[in-house]
């Protein structure tokens, strides 16, 4: 029984180290990349003066992503069985949808960089850098943040079922995420509404964890 206890003491302190960790890695490799990459798709002068710098961000992403995966399934151990299967598995799926196309949309960056360094001329002239850089927007900044979104959306419904976040904390998650849904097109630096938000989250956790009342209350489950 003691063993049980610990073991649940720990689970939100252990998401809310993930998901610090995941806010600071993923807005410091976003700031990085939207600082080197200039929004006009035809300037091509980044891959060779801020190469330096993307490669970073670069580097940073496959941590940001082991800390996400952590958050995810510490997050999902906290609520146990007070799940909603429904929700659960939008939230789940569309966090490892997120995941999966950041790593993507990383992967097709680092072969532009690479490309680019073994044949510069080849790269600009025959049409792949326009195709690379155009399906890496797309990837990252169109779906990806999409799926962020509709995590954001399942987290924060889970959360007003379950009362495992306060409510000024569930209407700020919803409004964020209807942001990343409808206003990336117009700035790319709203895609760090999402791992400021997730920042956030793990901060309020942590705090939760510190005063003792790491576990969910029961009584006050939405049954509907």
Not at 195 to 210: C, D, E, H, K, R
């Amino acid at each position: 029984m003691s063993a049980l206890t610990g073991r649940r003491l720990r689970t939100p302190r252990a998401a809310a180290v993930a998901g610090i960790m995941f806010g600071l890695l993923l807005g410091t490799a976003y700031v990085l990349i939207r600082i080197a990459i200039p929004a006009d798709l035809e300037d091509a002068a980044w891959l060779e003066e801020n190469s330096g710098i993307v490669t970073l961000a670069l580097s940073l992403v496959p941590f940001a992503g082991i800390a996400f995966l952590w958050f995810v399934g510490v997050v999902r151990d906290r609520l146990g069985r007070l799940e909603d299967q429904f929700f659960s598995t939008v939230f789940f799926g569309s966090g490892l949808l997120f995941l999966a196309m950041v790593f993507v949309s990383a992967a097709g960056a680092a072969g532009l960089l690479t490309s680019f360094v073994r044949s510069p001329d080849q790269v600009l002239d025959s049409g792949v850098y326009s195709f690379g850089r155009e399906l890496i927007f797309r990837v990252s900044n169109v779906y990806a943040i999409r799926m962020a979104g509709v995590f954001m959306i399942s987290l924060a419904t889970i959360g007003l079922r379950t009362r495992a976040m306060p409510m000024w904390l569930d209407v700020l998650t919803y409004v964020l995420a209807l942001v990343l849904l409808f206003v990336i097109n117009f700035s790319l630096w709203v895609s760090l509404i999402f791992p400021a938000w997730v920042l956030v989250v793990s901060v309020y956790f942590l705090v939760v964890s510190l005063r003792g009342n790491g576990e969910l209350d029961l009584s006050v489950v939405d049954p509907g």
